[in-house]
C-alpha cells in the first residue's frame, strides 16, 4: 500500500493505491476531491491552498478553509501533524522531520492559520501521526546542537547512551593509550524526541494540552505496519496524511 512515488515502486500500482485509500476516506466524494501534495523539501515553507495549482509546489506544509480539497503530506519516518480547527472550519497538515521541526514548521502553522484564517489556538484540534520515536532515532552531535540554540527546553528532547564497543571489550590491548585507566571514553549515542519537540511547539503556540493526540506507534519498531526509511535502508514506500473539510458542517482526516 505504498502510496509514494519512489524509484521501488511501480507508478501506476501507486496510483491505484491512492485511489483505493481516497476512495476509503472520502466514500462516494472521492472521484470529486482532487488531492494536493507537494514536493517536500524538508523547509518550514506552510502554502495556503483554495484550489489545487496548476504547478507543484514545494514545501512542507499546506492550510486550507476550502471545502472538497484533500491536502496529502508523505513520510516515511518524519512525522506528519494534522491541525483541525473547530471553530473557524479551517484545517492544516505539515511534515515534520528534524530540519523543519528545528525551523518551528508546526508552531508557524499555528501562525499561518491564525493569520488567514483567524483561527484560535483553543479551537484548534491537533493529531501527531505515526513516526520515528525517541527509542529508536539516533542523531549525530550537529543536530544536538541545532536544537540546542533554538529552544531552551532542548536537554528535555535528547536522552544519551553510551554505546557499547564489543570489539575493545575483546581486544583491550588494541586501544592501549596513555591517559590514565578509565579516563578512554567511549562514544555516546545521541537520540531525538521529535514527537515531544512537535507537542512542546503546539504548546508553545497556545493550543492546550488537551487537544493534542500522538499516535504511540514507531515507524522504525513496526514495519510489520509501516515504512521506514532508515530500518529499510531507504528502500522503502511512503505512507500519506491527508485532511480535508468535506462541507462547512464537517471535516475529515486520516
Same mark, same amino acid.
Given at each position: 500500500?505504498?502510496?509514494?512515488?519512489?524509484?521501488?515502486?511501480?507508478?501506476?500500482?501507486?496510483?491505484?493505491?491512492?485511489?483505493?485509500?481516497?476512495?476509503?476516506?472520502? /466514500?462516494?466524494?472521492?472521484? #470529486?476531491?482532487?488531492?494536493?501534495?507537494?514536493?517536500?523539501?524538508?523547509?518550514?515553507?506552510?502554502?495556503?491552498?483554495?484550489?489545487?495549482?496548476?504547478?507543484?509546489?514545494?514545501?512542507?506544509?499546506?492550510?486550507?478553509?476550502?471545502?472538497?480539497?484533500?491536502?496529502?503530506? +508523505?513520510?516515511?519516518?518524519?512525522?506528519?501533524?494534522?491541525?483541525?480547527?473547530?471553530? /473557524?472550519?479551517?484545517?492544516?497538515?505539515?511534515?515534520?522531520?528534524?530540519?523543519?521541526?528545528?525551523?518551528?514548521?508546526?508552531?508557524?502553522? @499555528?501562525?499561518?492559520?491564525?493569520?488567514?484564517?483567524?483561527?484560535?489556538?483553543?479551537?484548534? /484540534?491537533? =493529531?501527531?501521526?505515526?513516526?520515528?520515536?525517541?527509542?529508536?532515532?539516533?542523531?549525530?552531535?550537529?543536530?544536538?546542537?541545532?536544537?540546542?540554540?533554538?529552544?531552551?527546553?532542548?536537554?528535555?528532547?535528547?536522552?544519551?547512551?553510551? #554505546?557499547?564497543?564489543?570489539?575493545?571489550?575483546?581486544?583491550?590491548?588494541?586501544?592501549?593509550?596513555?591517559?590514565?585507566?578509565?579516563?578512554?571514553?567511549?562514544?555516546?549515542?545521541?537520540? +531525538?524526541? +521529535?514527537?515531544?519537540?512537535? /507537542?512542546?511547539?503546539?504548546?508553545? =503556540?497556545?493550543?492546550?494540552?488537551?487537544?493534542?493526540?500522538?499516535?504511540?506507534?514507531?515507524?522504525?519498531?513496526?514495519?510489520?505496519?509501516?515504512?521506514?526509511?532508515? =530500518?529499510?535502508?531507504? @528502500?522503502?514506500?511512503?505512507?500519506?496524511?491527508? @485532511?480535508?473539510?468535506?462541507?462547512?458542517?464537517?471535516?475529515?482526516? #486520516?
Amino acid at each position: 500500500m505504498n502510496l509514494g512515488f519512489t524509484a521501488q515502486d511501480d507508478h501506476i500500482a501507486v496510483e491505484r493505491n491512492r485511489n483505493r485509500f481516497l476512495q476509503k476516506l472520502s /466514500r462516494d466524494h472521492a472521484d #470529486s476531491w482532487p488531492l494536493v501534495t507537494l514536493r517536500q523539501v524538508h523547509s518550514d515553507i506552510v502554502h495556503t491552498i483554495d484550489r489545487p495549482p496548476e504547478h507543484p509546489l514545494a514545501g512542507d506544509g499546506m492550510i486550507t478553509n476550502s471545502p472538497g480539497v484533500l491536502l496529502g503530506i +508523505l513520510t516515511a519516518d518524519c512525522i506528519p501533524v494534522i491541525l483541525v480547527d473547530v471553530g /473557524r472550519r479551517a484545517v492544516g497538515i505539515f511534515h515534520a522531520g528534524w530540519r523543519g521541526t528545528v525551523k518551528r514548521i508546526v508552531q508557524k502553522g @499555528v501562525g499561518e492559520m491564525q493569520r488567514h484564517f483567524g483561527s484560535r489556538a483553543q479551537d484548534i /484540534r491537533a =493529531a501527531i501521526g505515526p513516526g520515528i520515536h525517541s527509542c529508536c532515532y539516533q542523531v549525530g552531535p550537529e543536530v544536538h546542537d541545532k536544537f540546542h540554540s533554538q529552544f531552551e527546553y532542548a536537554v528535555e528532547l535528547f536522552r544519551e547512551e553510551n #554505546s557499547s564497543d564489543l570489539v575493545r571489550e575483546r581486544y583491550p590491548l588494541l586501544f592501549l593509550t596513555a591517559r590514565a585507566p578509565g579516563h578512554s571514553e567511549l562514544p555516546v549515542n545521541i537520540f +531525538l524526541d +521529535l514527537i515531544e519537540a512537535n /507537542r512542546r511547539q503546539l504548546l508553545d =503556540a497556545g493550543v492546550p494540552g488537551t487537544n493534542i493526540w500522538s499516535s504511540p506507534l514507531c515507524t522504525f519498531c513496526r514495519t510489520d505496519l509501516l515504512f521506514s526509511h532508515r =530500518a529499510e535502508r531507504g @528502500v522503502t514506500g511512503r505512507m500519506m496524511a491527508v @485532511v480535508g473539510i468535506i462541507s462547512r458542517g464537517k471535516s475529515s482526516t #486520516s
